[in-house]
C-alpha cells in the first residue's frame, strides 16, 4: 500500500493539535521505502511528525521542490532528527531566491547553503536530468518544457545568478511521478513552471497517464481564463482524484471543487491511501 500523508500545509486539519503554517511537506511511504517532499518552513514539521507517527528517522532521501523558504525550511530540524539521508534538488536550488517588493526585495531562500550540507554529511544530489528514478516506482522530473502559453511566472520572483538578480525561470523546481497500477500519482511543491507544463511531462516520460494530483498549483496568481483553462485541463485527463493545496488559491480551489472528480482540500493531516 502507498500512503503519503502531508505533514506541513497552510491550513489545519480535523486534527487541532498539529501545527499548521505557509508550507508544504509530504511524507510517503512506499511500504518499502520512505521518502519526504519538501519540508515546510520548519517550525510544523519534526512535531507533526511525532504526532502522525512518521519516524523521520527512517526516510532516507529528501526531494526539495524548488529553494524558497516555506518549501525548504524545515531541513535543518529535519538533519538533527535522521542525520543519514540523501538531498535531492534540481539545479539551483541553493541560489538565494527573492521577490520584488516595490523597488525594493524581499528573501524568499533557504537558511541553508552548500558549505552547511557538506559541514553535516550530507549528501546532495543535483538532478541533471529530467527524470530519474528515487527507488523502485518512484521518480524525480525537473526541466519541464513551457508550453501552455497562459501559465506564466510572476516576473516579481527573482533568483541571485552570477552577481546579477535576474528573473527566475525556476529552473530547480522538481515534481515526484508515483507508477502505480491505475497510473502516475503526481506530487507537486508549488508547480511555478505550470501545473499542466509539468503533468504533461510526467505524462510523456513514464507513458501513463495521471491518476492523481495534489499539491500546490500556484495558481493563487492565475487570471480567471488561466482557472478556467486548468479546469478544462484536468476534466479532459479524466484525473480520478484532485487534491490542492498551499499555494492553488482559493478561487482555483472552488472552480476545481465544483469538478465532478474526487477532489479534496488537502490540508495539513490529510493521508491518502492508495492500493
Known sequence: MLRITTVVENSPGELKSLLHEHGLSFHIDTGAHSLLFDTGQGDALVPNARHLRIDLSSVTRVVLSHGHYDHTGGLRAFAAQSPQFELVTGPGC???????????????????????????????????????????????????????????????????????????????EVMLAVDMPEGLIAILGCSHPGVKNMLD??????????????????????????????????????????????????????????MDSGYYHNRTGTALFIN
Not at 116 to 138: F, K, Q
Not at 145 to 170: W, Y
Open 94 to 172: 541553493l541560489d538565494d531566491k527573492y521577490a520584488e517588493v516595490g523597488a525594493a526585495c524581499e528573501f524568499l531562500g533557504n537558511d541553508f547553503d552548500a558549505d552547511w550540507l557538506a559541514e553535516n554529511g550530507i549528501d546532495h544530489v543535483t538532478l541533471n536530468e529530467p527524470i530519474r528514478e528515487l527507488v523502485p516506482g518512484v521518480h524525480a522530473l525537473t526541466d519541464f518544457p513551457r508550453v501552455h502559453p497562459d501559465e506564466v511566472i510572476n516576473p516579481r520572483f527573482k533568483v541571485l545568478r552570477d552577481g546579477k538578480l535576474v528573473t527566475d525561470d525556476f529552473a530547480d
Open 201 to 258: 511531462a510526467a505524462t510523456q516520460r513514464l507513458g501513463k497517464p495521471i491518476h492523481t494530483v495534489i499539491g500546490g498549483t500556484h495558481m493563487v496568481e492565475a487570471s480567471p481564463e488561466s482557472i478556467a483553462l486548468t479546469a478544462a485541463y484536468l476534466r479532459e485527463k479524466e484525473i480520478s482524484v484532485i487534491g490542492m493545496s498551499h499555494c492553488t488559491g482559493k478561487a482555483a480551489m472552488e472552480t476545481l471543487s465544483a
